[in-house]
C-alpha cells in the first residue's frame, strides 16, 4: 500500500483573485513512489531534475505550475505501463496529469497540484494506414505533423483538420476536440475519432468503437472521451477517419473599412453554396503582429478588417468559378479588394501570417479567448465588444474561425501596468462571456475549460449540466486523480 501524500487546502493566487483549491503539498515526490515509478517503466524515464519544460503549456501567464521540486515526470512507452501507473496512483491518490505536445491554452497539461506527470512522448507510432478502411491507427504521442506526412505519401487520401500547431500531439487534440481553421468544410477532431484505446484510473485498458463507420450500441463513450480534457481517463491509441484529398487551393485576401462589412460578407457566402475550407477573420492589428514575426508581406496593408478565405477544387476551373463568386459577394459588402494567392508560395506565406498572429504578441498577451457564437451573431458580438474594450480602456485584438463562429480574441497588456491590466482584463472578459451567452454561445469553441476558464463555466452554464458533469468525472474516476482542478470540481 502506498501511503496517501497530506491533503492541506492552499491559497493559490489567479490573476489577483484568491480562491480556495485542494491542493497535494509535499517537498519532494514520495521516494516510495519514485521508486516504483522506475521499477515500471526504467530509470532513465522517470525524471526529477531539469523538468521545467513539463510544468507550462502555451497558457499565457495566468496559471502558475508546482514547483518543479513537487512533480516527477514518467515516460512511458506502451499502455500496460500506463495501467501500472494508474493503479499506483489511484491506490495512494496522487495526481497524474497527461502532458502531450504542450501547446494547449487553457492550462490544462500544467501540474497545479503535486502531481506524477504522464508525457506521452514515447508512445508515437503509426500503426498503420488503412487504406482499404480509410483509417489511421496511431499512438497518442504522435504529432499532428507527423501523421500528416505519413497519410501525405497515400495517394488520393488526406486528413484535413489542421488545429493549430502541427507540434500538438494527435492525443492532445482528441481529448480537447480542436478545431482549427478548416473546420469550416471538414468538421473538427470529434468528426474523424472513430475508435480510442483508454486506460481508465482504475489501471483496466479498454478499446471504445473501432473501424467502423457506424455504431449505435448504447451510449457513446467513444465521444465522451473526446473533449475531457484528460480529466476521465488517459487515451493511448487513436482511429482517424481518413477522406479523400481535396484537391488544389486558393486562397483570397480581401479588406474591408469597417469589421461589420467583414463579418456580415460571411454568412452570404455560406448561403451561396460555396464551403470554403476556410474562412478566417483579422483586424488590421492581428495582421501585423503576425507579419511582424515572421517577416512576411500580407498582400494589402491598409483596411482595417480582413477575411482569409481558402476555396478547394478539383481543377482550376472550379476555383476559378469559387473566387469570382466570392468577389462578387465581397463587392456587394464594400469590399476594397479582393487578392488571389495561387501558388503555393503565396498561400503558405499567407497562412503562416494568420497562423502566428498569436506568437507576434505572446510576450504582451494576457490570454486568448475563443468564443464561439452563431455564425449570424459574429457582427453583433464583435461590435458590442469593441465598443466595450474601448469603454474599458483594454487593447484587444480580434481575429478566428469567422466561417463557424469561433472567435479568438488576444487581450494585451499594452503598457499598462499590473494592477491595471489585471482589473480592466477581468472586466472585459466576464463582458466577453456574458455577451456570447446571451446570444447563444460559449466560452470556448476549442481551447476547452482547462483551469483559465473554469470558474467561467460555472457562472455560464446550467447548474444542471455541471452536476451531471461531475456525476460523470465521479463515475470515472472516482478519487480524482485525473487532472484535478481542471474542467470541475468534485
Aim: hydrophobic letters at 40%.
Amino acid at each position: 500500500m502506498v501511503p496517501n501524500i497530506i491533503r492541506v487546502v492552499y491559497i493559490s493566487t489567479y490573476l489577483d483573485l484568491s480562491f480556495k483549491t485542494t491542493r497535494l503539498m509535499v517537498s519532494l515526490m514520495d521516494a516510495e513512489v519514485v521508486k516504483k515509478l522506475k521499477s515500471i517503466v526504467g530509470e532513465n524515464h522517470v525524471l526529477q531534475t531539469s523538468i521545467d519544460g513539463y510544468l507550462y503549456d502555451e497558457t499565457p501567464e495566468t496559471v502558475r505550475p508546482m514547483p518543479s521540486k513537487d512533480v516527477v515526470i514518467v515516460r512511458p512507452s506502451k499502455p500496460e505501463e500506463i495501467s501500472k501507473i494508474l493503479k499506483l496512483a489511484n491506490e495512494g491518490e496522487i495526481p497524474v496529469v497527461v502532458r502531450g505536445g504542450g501547446t494547449g491554452l487553457s492550462g490544462g497539461a500544467i501540474p497545479i497540484t503535486s502531481s506524477i506527470v504522464i508525457s506521452m512522448d514515447r508512445l508515437n507510432k503509426i500503426i498503420e494506414i488503412d487504406t482499404e478502411n480509410l483509417v489511421a491507427v496511431c499512438e497518442a504521442g504522435v504529432t499532428l505533423r507527423e501523421l500528416l506526412e505519413e497519410v501525405d505519401k497515400i495517394p488520393g487520401l488526406s486528413f484535413p483538420p489542421h488545429p493549430g500547431h502541427e507540434g500538438a500531439h494527435i492525443g492532445g487534440l482528441v481529448v480537447n476536440n480542436a478545431g482549427g481553421a478548416r473546420a469550416v468544410k471538414y468538421g473538427i477532431m470529434r468528426n474523424y475519432v472513430v475508435g480510442l484505446e483508454i486506460v481508465l484510473p482504475d489501471g483496466e485498458i479498454l478499446e471504445l468503437g473501432g473501424k467502423v463507420i457506424k455504431n449505435a450500441t448504447g451510449y457513446d463513450l467513444l465521444h465522451l472521451i473526446v473533449g475531457s480534457e484528460g480529466t476521465l481517463c488517459v487515451v493511448t491509441k487513436v482511429i482517424l477517419k481518413l477522406v479523400p484529398e481535396p484537391g488544389a487551393t486558393y486562397t483570397l485576401v480581401i479588406p474591408f473599412e469597417s469589421t461589420e462589412d467583414a463579418v456580415k460578407t460571411v454568412p452570404d457566402i455560406l448561403r451561396s453554396g460555396i464551403i470554403p475550407l476556410a474562412i478566417e477573420y483579422m483586424d488590421i492589428g492581428a495582421i501585423k503582429a503576425g507579419e511582424r514575426v515572421t517577416g512576411k508581406n500580407w498582400p494589402y496593408r491598409g483596411g482595417e478588417a480582413h477575411l482569409m478565405i481558402i476555396v478547394d477544387g478539383k481543377n482550376e476551373d472550379e476555383l476559378i468559378e469559387s473566387s469570382e463568386k466570392i468577389e462578387r459577394i465581397a463587392k456587394e459588402h464594400n469590399a476594397i479588394e479582393v487578392f488571389v494567392g495561387t501558388s503555393k508560395r503565396e498561400q503558405r506565406d499567407i497562412l503562416d501570417i494568420r497562423s502566428l498572429i498569436y506568437e507576434g504578441l505572446k510576450g504582451d498577451t494576457i490570454e486568448l479567448l475563443d468564443v464561439s457564437v452563431p455564425i449570424a451573431s459574429i457582427p453583433e458580438y464583435v461590435k458590442r465588444c469593441q465598443e466595450a474594450a474601448e469603454r474599458i480602456g483594454i487593447e484587444v485584438l480580434t481575429y478566428g474561425h469567422a466561417g463557424d463562429g469561433n472567435i479568438h480574441q488576444q487581450i494585451l497588456k499594452s503598457g499598462l501596468e499590473e494592477v491595471e491590466w489585471r482589473k480592466r482584463y477581468e472586466e472585459f472578459k466576464e463582458f466577453a462571456f456574458n455577451l456570447a451567452k446571451e446570444l447563444g454561445g460559449y466560452i470556448t469553441g476549442e481551447h476547452g475549460v482547462g483551469i483559465v476558464k473554469k470558474r467561467d463555466m460555472y457562472k455560464t452554464m446550467p447548474k444542471r449540466a455541471v452536476e451531471l458533469m461531475k456525476a460523470i468525472k465521479r463515475a470515472f474516476d472516482p478519487n480524482d486523480i485525473l487532472n484535478p482542478g481542471k474542467v470541475v470540481d468534485l
